[in-house]
């Protein structure tokens, strides 16, 4: 690659990830990530990037108490391994993808810490006042669209749903909403998203939270309702009864309603017949 193309693929990150460049001359740049601070990788591009050699990361600097050097060191040069095209460009997913993986790692261990704290805080008897805990989670959820609940022998399921434009808002909006005294104490908080990128790639996930197939079935239901850049979550809590398979139907059914009472979908949006 000549400079000139080096520098158009250095001049589309700075527009898609603003101030997370900076030039270190015509063909080295240290990284900063969006989403992860205090975390720093320097890249060297040879004069034969793309076409034959990947980009190299000379050195890299974690001052991040979440994320070690040793880490930072060794996910950036896998990750740099298993993305690298021969004659295709990657600096844009490096950026994505390593992101996302160490806002993952950083998030993890701040959830521990934070459960660390409240066990040493516990004997304190430190109590949130009950109108502030009621403003805080009214907030969360007036981002949310909620199903009206679906109560079956003592078990009760709510859908939510919302927009969501990127994976780390994803989890982030979910850890927000499992913050809400009442979700917090269900049993099961099944959730899926579909995204499609600003660069066009698209991402989908889910997880079944503990029951079994649960995730995969409101995965399922976000493409047969032809539905993107929206994360749905189901919660359930159980009555103490088992549903058997009357438990889907439920799950499915709140989650759809969460869909259609936030404009997402339309109510007589139904599965495409097969030819």
């Given at each position: 690659m000549g400079a000139e193309e080096l520098n158009d693929e250095f001049e589309a990150i700075e527009s898609i990830f603003p101030n997370c460049l900076q030039r270190l001359g015509s063909n080295m740049i240290n990284l900063t990530l969006p989403n992860v601070l205090d975390c720093q990788i320097?890249?060297?591009?040879?004069?034969?990037?793309?076409?034959?050699?990947?980009?190299?990361i000379i050195f890299v600097k974690s001052t991040n108490k979440y994320i070690e050097e040793t880490h930072l060191n060794e996910i950036s040069n896998k990750l740099m391994e298993s993305i690298f095209q021969v004659g295709e460009v990657c600096l844009f997913q490096f950026i994505d993808e390593l992101d996302l993986e160490l806002?993952?790692?950083?998030?993890?261990?701040?959830?521990?810490?934070?459960r660390r704290n409240s066990e040493k805080s516990h004997d304190l008897d430190i109590v949130e006042d009950e109108n502030s805990a009621n403003e805080r989670e009214n907030n969360i959820l007036k981002n949310w669209a909620v199903s009206d609940p679906i109560t079956d022998r003592n078990s009760t399921f709510?859908?939510?749903a919302r927009e969501v434009h990127?994976?780390?808002?994803?989890?982030?909006?979910?850890?927000?909403?499992r913050k809400i005294r009442?979700?917090?104490?269900?049993t099961h908080q099944m959730s899926a998203w579909r995204i499609k990128n600003l660069n066009g790639t698209l991402v989908?996930?889910?997880?079944?939270?503990?029951?079994?197939?649960?995730?995969?079935?409101l995965l399922h239901l976000l493409t047969i309702m032809n539905v993107w850049n929206i994360i749905i979550v189901d919660v359930r809590w159980y009555g103490g009864t088992l549903l058997g398979s009357d438990r889907f139907k439920h799950i499915n059914t709140?989650?759809?309603?969460?869909l259609i009472k936030g404009g997402f979908a339309q109510e007589n949006q139904k599965k495409k017949k097969r030819k």
């Open positions: 320097r890249i060297s591009f040879n004069d034969n990037y793309p076409e034959i050699d990947k980009p190299h806002f993952k790692t950083e998030e993890i261990k701040k959830n521990s810490e934070v709510i859908g939510f990127s994976e780390i808002d994803a989890i982030l909006y979910l850890q927000e909403l009442k979700i917090s104490k269900s989908q996930n889910c997880d079944d939270d503990g029951e079994n197939a649960a995730g995969g079935r709140s989650a759809r309603n969460s």
